[in-house]
């Protein structure tokens, strides 16, 4: 392949992706995939470990959303019975719901076959136990409510869970979550795909590196943001207090 072709644009259509999942995306109006998600959607889809490093509003979000459904569908067309895949974990009750959003967005054409459900809000456990029995494919996260949840065993990761994702890995150790983390090693199968996403490359995040992913491909890019600088300030505010950026 020349170098000109290697850097022609990639589109949706191009990666191989289940229909229902390029027609969600016609529906949120993506005509075509940000620089993130051209580099890390192919590499996730390989099951490559990936470090995601790219500035907030740059899409990466659906950039692990999209592999991470993908993969679900391919297994559904053998697997027997159900079971959880994936967990995303996130430092934050907001940015929970946020990706749990984003997740049900790009399955809108498949909510039958690949069920997401978000266990941060603060609920009594009992509530949210039932939803976990049915095992939902994906389960979205805070460290510490996914490890009560474990710890009570509601959840059991050990034998079904291919993919973990922690998303906006920078902040999950200055949120106070490195012992919930590390703990939560223990309860994760042997072998499992993991993905970091994180705007910055801190001291943190390279501790998580090397305490949860394996002979990763690091992606780092610069691109300029998706989302409007006042949407984006708004976002952080409405997440992190006053950390606005
Ligand atoms: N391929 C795309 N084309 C157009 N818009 C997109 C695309 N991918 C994502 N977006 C939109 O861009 C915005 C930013 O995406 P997203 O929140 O995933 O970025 P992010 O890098 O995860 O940011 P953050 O670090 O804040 O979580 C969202 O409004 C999302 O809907």
Redesign the pocket.
């Known amino acids: 392949m020349s170098d000109e072709e290697d850097e022609k644009p990639r589109h949706?259509h191009e990666m191989e992706l289940d229909d229902r999942i390029l027609k969600a995306?016609a529906k949120?109006?993506?005509?075509?995939?940000?620089m993130?998600?051209e580099k890390a959607i192919p590499l996730l889809l390989e099951g490559k470990d990936v470090l995601v490093r790219?500035?907030?509003?740059?899409?990466?979000?659906?950039?692990f959303a999209i592999p991470v459904i993908q993969r679900i569908l391919c297994s559904k067309k053998l697997a027997t019975e159900q079971a959880i895949k994936a967990l995303i974990l996130a430092p934050s009750k907001e940015?929970c719901h946020?990706i749990c959003g984003?997740v049900k967005d790009l399955t809108y054409k498949c909510s039958r076959e690949v069920r997401c459900i978000d266990i941060a809000p603060q609920v009594d456990l009992s509530v949210q136990k039932p939803l976990l029995v049915e095992k939902p494919d994906i389960v979205v996260g805070t460290p510490a409510r996914t490890l009560q949840h474990l710890k009570a065993g509601n959840l059991n990761l050990k034998k079904s869970l291919e993919m973990v994702v922690v998303?906006?890995a920078d902040l999950v150790f200055s949120f106070g979550y490195e012992d919930e983390i590390k703990e939560l090693m223990g309860y994760m199968p042997k072998i499992y795909q993991a993905i970091l996403?994180s705007?910055t490359l801190s001291n943190d995040v390279k501790n998580l590196k090397s305490l949860i992913l394996h002979n990763p491909v690091t992606l780092k890019l610069e691109e300029p943001?998706?989302?409007p600088a006042s949407?984006?300030q708004n976002?952080?505010c409405s997440c992190f207090g006053l950390v606005c950026k």
Do not use: H, M, N
């Open positions: 949706f995306i949120l109006g993506w005509l075509q995939p940000t993130i998600q790219a500035r907030t509003g740059s899409g990466k979000t659906a950039a940015l946020q984003v998303d906006e996403a705007a943001d998706l989302a949407s984006k976002l952080y």
